[in-house]
């Protein structure tokens, strides 16, 4: 197995796999959601590098514990999870942030003499840039662990991963997600977004997530209601990023205030706007009346237990074939892998 060959630009050894016409889509999307019931923005609007930036200070809190755990499982567990991949596969990251993590998991595949083509997936070109560049500084003298990035979105990876799999010589794919990532969506569309994967590899693939279980609603939501408001500033960042797309200053930040709560019938932290005062706006040339206390959701983070991950997984067709759990038993890496996947 060689590396890719793609017909996509690829720039400082990171492929451009976007489809979309990025503002006009965006647009589209802005008006599509404001159009439902109950109204929303599109999450991916959180995630330009001010959003990054953000995430990483959230990241260094101590009371932030998705991340701490994740770096415990990590510490712990890393070799266990390298012994369940083949000699020789590939990797793809969905959304790889600064790729602070990534490094524990090549590490413990190289010490294992496993091949791995990595792939680092994310939208912002910047951060992509300099997460491979510090990444791969680490394997300079690894011939096991071979580096490419792809800038692009979920969709677009899905459309890329069709499109070159018969060039693929191995079945060996694995997607990495870390983060709680999976879970910045409603259960159901985690389930729709693991089968469209499992489609696109011709039905054998795997992934390994990070998946938040804290079932502790008092710890939860001081995490997202954190002190210094990082969490907030993200969710905010959300319509800033609104504005961006349109153009211009559709929503004035003061007129709006965030609300955070966690539903616990689905095990969610729920993030909406919610506007202050009766307000008419024209957004893309379309009038919006949104009176006052309307909510528009901007962000969600599932704290599913395993039950719940068991039933998702195994009805977009997936086995959970290992799992491990943080000391306090809050936060999980689970492998699953699709039915007719052999690993050998
Ligand atoms: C919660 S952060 C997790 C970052 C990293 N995986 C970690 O564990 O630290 C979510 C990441 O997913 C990326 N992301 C969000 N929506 C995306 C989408 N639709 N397509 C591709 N990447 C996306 C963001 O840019 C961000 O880096």
Redesign the pocket.
Known sequence: MGSIASEYPTVDGIIDIRQSNGHHDMKSAILEGLAKNPRELP??L??DIK??EI?DKL?QESAYYP?SC?IEILQRRCSDMAKTFPSSSILI?????????TGAILGALQAQKKEVFYYA????ME?LRQGLRELSAGFSSSSAVHFAGLL??????LRWVESIFDSVLTDNITFL?????IA?AEIEDARQMLKSFRQACRGRCSFIF?ADACSDASRVLATYNDKPGNFRSLVENGMRGANLALGREVFSLEDWEIRVWFDQQSNMIRCSHISKRDLSLDIAGHPFFFSQGTEIKQLLSGKWSYDQILSMTQRAGFKVTDFWMSSESIYGFYRINSHNLRIM
């Open positions: 999450s991916v959180i995630w959003g990054l995430y990241c991340r994740e990251e969905l959304g790889c942030g600064n790729l602070q993590k997936l994310d939208i912002s951060s692009g979105t979920y969709a677009d990876c997600w870390m983060g709680n990532s910045n990070g």
